[in-house]
Each structure stands twice: as structure tokens, then as C-alpha cells.
């Protein structure tokens, strides 16, 4: 149909540009934007004390709000902040030993300089942790594959890493088809842990061994589609190339971690 | 050149006590469309498998006898370059998705993308086959998520694109309906106006009927008849054999039985039509000449 | 030095099968563990498929299915990074005791619950002494608080609540893994790396290239 080729006509041409993902946080060079966070979530290392951390901790959200994905950092980086990151201080505040606690609860004393101790280490690792969760918000699995294709590793590599993402939805679709299927046959998956356990080999086995035994036709399917060529394959989809001014951005950041750690080493901070 | 030449090909599978070819004396030429037919297990797809290198290059087995493909010897070619000039859909069309894009578009591009074509030919190409294959309603649609049918043709689609000359096709309407199945047959037939050589293995005996210039009948891993699509399916040896025929072709036997034959068997529905309405116009005087 | 012909070799050279069955490795870390979850297990189970590459494809393609699966755990839960090289270890340790014919009988499998239990819970619990300095967030973390609260000292408390914790885990993973293993037919096991030792063949038998007439 005239008006279904027009659809793909459009869509097609699509691809003829960079990728544009409608924001220039986003579009930036995923390297570029590894680089940077993993500059920033170590600069706090350098600094004494857990204030620099949690400038670092503020930092991200607010990254997050003009790459426009708070929506989907903010949720995950205040959970990990109360499963993590709460959890990590009590317990060094809790137990680190030291004189002039702030109370006595049995074994637990608390001191103020356990305290410290405590929110400095759990802001640390709030800080390492917000860069990992947007990273992967702002760069996305898929774009940093393509990132790394165009700067020559294997499709073979980025396959395994592409593809495992819908093996897991695959696999738990089926697993979770299997699991009803015999719920309905009125095998047991609630009640004493005995038997609970006992449902999960029947449940994932076959599950499993299906996928185990596609691998044979997906190799074939692949191979079809040239995937074992040897000439260099091209791209459908392009990344636009780092702008030189995210470039300078990088090394400005990276040079400014880099002082911040040689001064620590120095004594000056 | 012959496409393919088997001599006193037979193959077993690693780890199988029974051939699944046995003894195939076969000249495949080509610019034809070639039909295989046959039951269930009778080695319409290791055949297939065979064209295509497959076996014994992936599945490991026993091969004796000599296969050639476009006068080189099987083994004598680079895997790479076999899969480059010879297509090969095959049957599930589930396992033939990437699961590695996005959308439909970029699957079928993912063999151009593979083969080093600039990113504009391969959105040309794309575009086209979009376009004979009337799947412009799917194009922006995650691959992962579509019908069997609908992966059919996206598996389908994703081969043709890449243009070989030679594509070797297991079932390509076997999740089909039959008004798909017609237009799938419809687009192998103008490949093979272009020129193309086509293998495929399709139950639905009034497409092969229509479509094959040449059938290639077989049964228990043996070669029963191979010839031209009129010749196979009226041929005694068929018959005896047990795979199906046309339904037309049955109709005229049975008519045959039954003291009423057509002036000859025919093996498409246009050509039945020809025939019964040239019965009914002449009827009479057939009848009293008997 | 890193050049890509090393990359490529790395995945070309591992058998025509193996990355095909890596992210299904992976894949199967995350169901095993989402499943327990669901079926609310007391037992991570979420090491099957490194174990299960290890042990059919290699200590490499293991050991590359334990990292990849550690960084995806990453994303939603970036703490485990620290921890990625248990699983690393797991995919290596599998792959070693596969070519010493560990995973052809059941009970030498059962007995590999304790290795692999050691490398979870004895080097889990050095990681968690080590990077957080014995207070770390995840499944012992509550129990080891309670130890210390007891009166234990950090480091013997890590090392109580992690081994058995891991010993319960590793048995019914190594045991999947081997009813998998069993599953697998014979012509998938040709294909993968490792599979000549389910096969009962010798390794030269294996890694010759298929010709003419090959295997008998």
C-alpha cells in the first residue's frame, strides 16, 4: 500500500543523520560521558571528609534533569540510597569503636567520629554507585555497544552483551509460563520451603534446555545474515562524534580529578 | 554450470544410526525454481542443509559420495563465501530474529550492515524490500515482539534483501495464511525473473504446482523422481510413494477411476479449469467416442 | 597490549557455539535468581549459567559470562560491582574442574558445591572485610550485624554467616547445572568447546576441524 511504503520511506530516512535522542547530554559520545562520570565519582576519594562525596551525590540529579531521565535515575538512586546507602552508615556508625560515644546500647556505641567515618564511606559508595545507575540511564547499554562497534571491537563481542538482554526476557517469559502452566496442574509453589524448592527444578530445566538447544539454529541464522564475514561491517544506525567542546569538557574534568588526587598525595587538602 | 551436483550423496548425522540421505544422484541447474517435496523426515531439510553447507560443515556426520556447488567442491569453499552467494531461510522463525535490534527495519539490515554496505544502499535496500514485501506496517515494530507469521516474513524479507543469487528457502509459508502464502510465492517467482535461483521445501502442493519449474521428490532419505512439476506429480512413481499431489491431480484420477478422465492430468487449478471447461463445452462427444 | 585481533580470536576460537550460548549463561543467572526470588528461596542461585559456560564452554567464556552478568546486576544495583569477581572466579573454577571430569557424575558434581561455596563465602566474605571494611549491604549483612551486635568480632562474623550461606546456595546450583549438562544432546555438545568430555571423546578427537568424513 502507497500510504504503508510512505511510512517506510520516512522511517527510513531516519538513519541517513546521527542519531538524535533529543537532548545533548544524550547525545554526547558515550565514552566521553563513561570518562567523565568515572572522573567525578572518584574525586571525593581525593578529599577528606564525606562533604565532597555529597556534593558528588548532588551533582548527578541534577545531570539527570537536563539529560532528562530523572525520571528513571531518581527512583533507583533514592532507593539505592535507602538500601545502600542508610544501611552502610548505621552499621559503621553503630560499630566503629572509639572513645566518647554518643550513647550505649548494649554493644552498640556510637561515636561521633563513627558517625563521620560512616556517612563519609556511605557517601562514597553513593557516589560510585549514582555514576554506574546514569551511566547507564544517560548512555544506555545499546548506544555504548554501538560506541564501542564504531571504534572497531567485534560484533561478535557486543552480541553476546545486545543479545543476553533479550535472552533474559525471553527466558523469564517462559519460565514464568512454566511456572503457571504447573501451578495450574496443581504442583505446589507456595507452602513450606521444601517444597517450594522442590518447584523451582521443574520450572526452570526445561526452561533452560529449550534455550540451550535454539543456540544451534540462532548460529545458523546468524551465519546466514553474514555475521561470520570478513570484511568490516558497516552501521545502519551512527553516533554523531564527539564535539570537540565535549571533548575539552572531558579533559578539563579529568585533569581537575587528576590535580585534586595529586594535591591529596601531597598534603595540600 | 550446474548449481549443484550430488553424486551417490548419502549423509548421517553425528550421533544417528540412520541416514538421513541415502544414495542421491542429483543435477540441480540454474535460473529454476526447485521444489522439494516429501513426508515428514524424508530429508527435505538436510538436503536443503547440504546446498547451503550446513551439513556436513555445522552438523557434523558422515557424507559419502561427492556434492558440488556451482562446480566447486563443497569442502573447497570458504563458509563465509558459501553463506554470501547461497541464502537460506529457514523453518522456525523464531530463532531466525536477531533479538540484537531495535526494530524490523534494522533486522533486515543487519545482513547489509554485515556484508560492509554503506549505511545509504543499505537504507535503499531495505526500503525496497519493504516495500515488495508489503511490510511498511511493520517497519518501526520490535522484531521480538511480532507473530510467527509476521517473523516469517521479517526472516524472509532479512535473506532477500542481501541479494545472493541463489536462495535455498525450508517452509517459507508453513506459519502463513494462504493469502500470504500467495503473495510470498508471488515475490519468489519475480526473484526468479531476475534471474535467482530458487530451492525451497513447501507442503501446500498447489503452490509447488503453480510456482516450481522442476520438483525434486523424496522420501526416506531416498531421491524418488526428480523432473519437471507436470511430469512428478503425474508420474506412476509418485504414487506409489505416498506424497501428496495437487488436489487437481487427484480430481482427474479419481475422474480417471471412475471411467471419466480428462484429456490430460493436470496439475494447477488454471490448468483443471482449462480442462473441465473444455470437457463441459465438447463433453458430448468425449463421452460417445468412449 | 589490546589489539582486536585478540578479541576476535577470543570469540572465534572458543568453539562455534560458545557465543551463542553466553548470553543465554547470562540470561539464566538472572531467571535462576528471579525465580528463587519469586518462589521466595532463601538461596541467591543466581551463578547457573556461569557455571553452566564454564563447565560446557570453557573457563574463559565462563569466567566472560560471570563479568558481563556482574555489570547488567550492576545497573540497578551498583554495590555488586565489588563482588564481580566471585562470579568471575566461578566461570574460571567451573571451566577447570569440567576438563578434570568433574560434571560427568553426580556426586563428584555435589562435591563441587564445596570449592565453589569456599570461593563465595571465603572470598565474599575478604571482598566485604576488604572494600567495606567487613559492614556490607546484602544477604549476610543483617546477620553479621547481628553477630558483631553478639559480641563476635567483625571478621570471624563475616566468615560465619557467608560459607554455609554459600554451601546452601552452591548444591542445588551445581546440581542444575548437572541435570542440565545431562540434558544437553549430544549434537549441541559437539559443538561447544568442552562438550568432547560429555561425549567421552579425547580433546585431539575434538578440536580437529570437521572434514570430509568426520566423526564416526
Known amino acids: 500500500m502507497s500510504s504503508e511504503s510512505g511510512n517506510s520511506v520516512a522511517f527510513g530516512n531516519r538513519f541517513r543523520t546521527h542519531v538524535d535522542r533529543g537532548n545533548p547530554i544524550r547525545n554526547m559520545d558515550p565514552i566521553v560521558v563513561f570518562i567523565v562520570l568515572v572522573a567525578i565519582a572518584i574525586a571525593p576519594i581525593a578529599f577528606p571528609g564525606f562533604v565532597a562525596a555529597a556534593i558528588v551525590c548532588l551533582v548527578y540529579p541534577v545531570i539527570a534533569l537536563f539529560a532528562g531521565v530523572a525520571r528513571e535515575f531518581l527512583p533507583t538512586y533514592l532507593r539505592l540510597f535507602l538500601v545502600v546507602g542508610l544501611v552502610l552508615f548505621v552499621l559503621r556508625a553503630a560499630f566503629i569503636e572509639g572513645k566518647d560515644p554518643l550513647f550505649r546500647l548494649g554493644n552498640i556505641a556510637p561515636t561521633w567520629a563513627g558517625m563521620e567515618e560512616g556517612a563519609r564511606f556511605a557517601l562514597l559508595v553513593m557516589a560510585i554507585s549514582g555514576a554506574v545507575t546514569l551511566f547507564f540511564n544517560v548512555a544506555t547499554v545499546r548506544y555504548l555497544m554501538l560506541a564501542l562497534e564504531l571504534r572497531g571491537v567485534t560484533p561478535r563481542a557486543t552480541y553476546v552483551i545486545l543479545a543476553s538482554f533479550q535472552s533474559i526476557i525471553d527466558l523469564g517469559r517462559h519460565a514464568r509460563t512454566v511456572l503457571e502452566a504447573q501451578q495450574s496442574r496443581g504442583i505446589e509453589t507456595q507452602g513450606n520451603i521444601i517444597v517450594r524448592a522442590r518447584a523451582f527444578f521443574p520450572i526452570l530445566a526445561p526452561v533452560f534446555l529449550a534455550a540451550i538447544n535454539q543456540t544451534e539454529e540462532r548460529a545458523i541464522s546468524l551465519d546466514a545474515r553474514a555475521f561470520n564475514s570478513n570484511v568490516s561491517h558497516t552501521h545502519l544506525v551512527t553516533l554523531r562524534p564527539a564535539r570537540p567542546r565535549e571533548i575539552v569538557f572531558a579533559v578539563v574534568v579529568v585533569a581537575a580529578v587528576l590535580v585534586a588526587f595529586i594535591g591529596s598525595a601531597l598534603g595540600w587538602l | 554450470m550446474a548449481l549443484a551436483t550430488l553424486r551417490g550423496v548419502s549423509f548421517t548425522y553425528a550421533y544417528t544410526n540412520e541416514p538421513a540421505l541415502r544414495d542421491i544422484n542429483l543435477t540441480l541447474e540454474e535460473g529454476l525454481l526447485y521444489a522439494i517435496i516429501g513426508p515428514n523426515a524424508s530429508g527435505k531439510s538436510t538436503l536443503c542443509a547440504l546446498l547451503r553447507g550446513i551439513v556436513p560443515l555445522f552438523h557434523e556426520g558422515e557424507l559419502t559420495g561427492s556434492a558440488e556447488i556451482r562446480g566447486r567442491n563443497l569442502f573447497d569453499w570458504d563458509p563465509a563465501e558459501l553463506s554470501r552467494e547461497i541464502g537460506y531461510v529457514f523453518e522456525n522463525p523464531f530463532t531466525q530474529i536477531s533479538g540484537i535490534k531495535e526494530t524490523v527495519f534494522e533486522e533486515i539490515a543487519l545482513g547489509l550492515e554485515n556484508l560492509g554496505m554503506p549505511s545509504d544502499e543499505v537504507i535503499d535496500r531495505v526500503e525496497q524490500v519493504v516495500e515488495q514485501l508489503e511490510l511498511g506496517a511493520l517497519v518501526a515494530k520490535n522484531p521480538n515482539e511480532l507473530s510467527g507469521g509476521q517473523r516469517q516474513k521479517v526472516a524472509f524479507a532479512s535473506i532477500i534483501a542481501m541479494d545472493a543469487d541463489v536462495i535455498v528457502i525450508d517452509e517459507p509459508t508453513s506459519q502463513l495464511d494462504p493469502e500470504s502464502s500467495d503473495a510470498v510465492f508471488a515475490i519468489i517467482a519475480n526473484l526468479k525473473k531476475k534471474g535467482k535461483s530458487i530451492v525451497l521445501v513447501e507442503h501446500k502442493m498447489d503452490l509447488v504446482a503453480q510456482y516450481a519449474d522442476r520438483v525434486i521428490a523424496l522420501n526416506g532419505g531416498r531421491l524418488v523422481i526428480e523432473g519437471p512439476t507436470s511430469e512428478v506429480f503425474t508420474s506412476p512413481l509418485l504414487n506409489a510413494s505416498d506424497i501428496a499431489r495437487p488436489a487437481v491431480t487427484d480430481l482427474a484420477e479419481a475422474l480417471a477411476k471412475v471411467g471419466r478422465p480428462l484429456a490430460r492430468t493436470p496439475v494447477t487449478r488454471a490448468e483443471a479449469a482449462d480442462l473441465i471447461r473444455a470437457r463441459m463445452k465438447g463433453g458430448p462427444r468425449a463421452n460417445r467416442s468412449r | ?216
Open chain 3, 1 to 216: 597490549m589490546v589489539n582486536e585481533s585478540a578479541v576476535v580470536k577470543f570469540f572465534k576460537g572458543y568453539g562455534r557455539l560458545t557465543i551463542f550460548m553466553m548470553p543465554i549463561g547470562i540470561a539464566i543467572n538472572f531467571i535462576g535468581g528471579q525465580i528463587a526470588l519469586l518462589l521466595k528461596l532463601p538461596v541467591y542461585l543466581d551463578s547457573i549459567g556461569t557455571i553452566l559456560v564454564g563447565a560446557t564452554c570453557g573457563m574463559g567464556p565462563g569466567a566472560v559470562v560471570g563479568a558481563i552478568s556482574n555489570i547488567l546486576n550492576a545497573i540497578t544495583s551498583p554495590p555488586t560491582l565489588a563482588f564481580g569477581v566471585l562470579n568471575i572466579m566461578f566461570g574460571l573454577l567451573a571451566g577447570y574442574l569440567a576438563r578434570r571430569g568433574v560434571f560427568k557424575s553426580w556426586s563428584k558434581t555435589l562435591l563441587s558445591a564445596i570449592p565453589f561455596a569456599l570461593i563465595g563465602g571465603v572470598l565474599g566474605a575478604i571482598i566485604t572485610i576488604w572494600v567495606f571494611g567487613g559492614l556490607a549491604v546484602g544477604g549476610g549483612a543483617i546477620v553479621v550485624g547481628a553477630l558483631v551486635a553478639l559480641g563476635l568480632d567483625v571478621n570471624t562474623a563475616n566468615f560465619v554467616a557467608q560459607v554455609p550461606m554459600d554451601i546452601l546456595d552452591k548444591v542445588p546450583t551445581v546440581m542444575i547445572v548437572f541435570a542440565i549438562i545431562k540434558g544437553i544432546p549430544n549434537r549441541t555438545h559437539a559443538k561447544l568447546p568442552l562438550g568432547y568430555i560429555y561425549l567421552g571423546k579425547n580433546k585431539a578427537g575434538a578440536s580437529t576441524k570437521p572434514s570430509g568424513t568426520s566423526v564416526s
